[in-house]
């Protein structure tokens, strides 16, 4: 059964001090890992794809990477502005285009 | 507007009535997902619509949901003799042509359902 594990649940920050967020998976064949910003009260909104080991992108201050059982977004010198739940997600060989396997998020607050 | 709207934003409900969701796909978008965000929990997939192709019901938990597309257009979410455990954010996402692959859904704000 494809799987998503984020860790940490949650992650205080000083803003400027750097972190990353965890994201394990397992999944019958990966076509895919997402990573999504999520506000409250508000719906998910897309930050990269991932589709191999060894692949990086890179936004303002995130940086995703991936290797064969997990991802890693890397948030250097955040700024309150970067508080919100970021989730992961994979697409498997098993499952059509829509199905996403979603984690339950990291809960990240960046105080001044 | 330019985003997936979604309507009502909030439903509260009594154990057993029907309740109908309404989600607006960005225009030109041809695939739209459903997916549901319970209290403390990921998002769970529930059903998938690309163009004229069968949809893909296979994360509906019962047979008491069900979904309709008219077109490459709006979409209803219908949930039959509501439960409690039904009680969750439904939210709605669409994609263009050839973007499926990429991951990249642009959901909208969800419904909030509660069900007494």
């Known amino acids: 059964e494809d799987q998503v594990t984020q860790s940490p649940e949650a992650l205080r920050l000083q803003e400027g001090e750097s972190s990353s967020l965890n994201c394990s998976y397992t999944v019958s064949g990966l076509r895919g890992l997402f990573w999504y910003r999520q506000d409250p009260g508000k719906g998910p909104e897309f930050l990269f794809t991932?589709?191999?080991a060894g692949e990086e992108k890179e936004k303002e201050r995130l940086k995703a990477t991936l290797t064969k059982k997990e991802s890693f977004l890397h948030i250097t010198a955040p700024k309150p502005e970067d508080s919100a739940t970021y989730l992961c997600a994979v697409r498997g060989y098993g499952g059509s285009q829509g199905n996403l396997i979603f984690g339950k998020g990291t809960k990240l607050s960046v105080k001044p | 507007g330019a985003g997936v709207s979604q309507s009502p934003s909030n439903k509260v409900t009594e154990k057993g009535k029907d309740v109908e969701l309404r989600c607006d796909p960005i225009s030109g978008h041809t695939a739209l997902y459903w997916y549901r965000q319970r209290l403390g929990q990921g998002l769970e997939f529930l059903i998938y619509f690309q163009g004229n192709s069968a949809p893909d019901k296979s994360g509906l938990p019962s047979d008491r949901f069900s979904a309709e597309r008219t077109g490459e257009s709006v979409s209803t979410l219908t949930i039959q003799r509501t439960q409690q455990e039904d009680s969750a954010v439904y939210l709605c996402a669409s994609s263009p042509r050839g973007r499926s692959n990429t991951g990249e859904l642009f959901f909208g704000e969800g419904s909030r359902l509660t069900v007494l």
């Open positions: 991932l589709y191999s």
